[in-house]
């Protein structure tokens, strides 16, 4: 992996995705098992992802798009009203990539934490 977008120090509680960036192809296909996002007790968000069937990788694939549900921001809808938001301004999170990650040869990837700070 070689980049995070947005790469900020501070994010926006409202933001809707990250893009990564791999140094080379990946392999597409149960990605979400291998990418969370932990709070600042390193306890997983509850699916903080849209998991979309199809995952969301460039056509060379060396970036993925990660989708946060818009469920999880958008007011008075029901996801955010039955498990929350999956950001909360202020508070620090870890997106961490695990090693289960594979690139496009089957290769698994060195475990990757980065660290992110969200406000508003």
Do not use: C
């Not at 140094?23 to 699916?47: F, T």
């Not at 818009?70 to 039955?82: H, M, S, Y």
């Amino acid at each position: 992996m070689t980049q995070v977008y947005p790469s900020a120090d501070v994010l926006p509680e409202n933001l809707l995705k990250f893009y990564v960036h791999f140094s080379a192809p990946m392999g597409s296909g149960r990605s979400y098992e291998h990418i969370h996002l932990l709070d600042e007790a390193n306890r997983p968000v509850d699916l903080p992802f849209l998991e979309l069937a199809e995952e969301l990788w460039s056509a060379d694939l060396l970036r993925l798009t990660l989708l946060i549900d818009p469920g999880r921001i958008k007011r008075e809808v029901k996801p955010l009203e039955d498990v929350g938001p999956a950001l909360v301004a202020g508070r620090r999170y870890t997106l961490v990539i695990s090693s289960g990650l594979r690139d496009a040869q089957g290769h698994r990837l060195t475990g990757l934490n980065l660290p992110l700070m969200l406000t508003l």
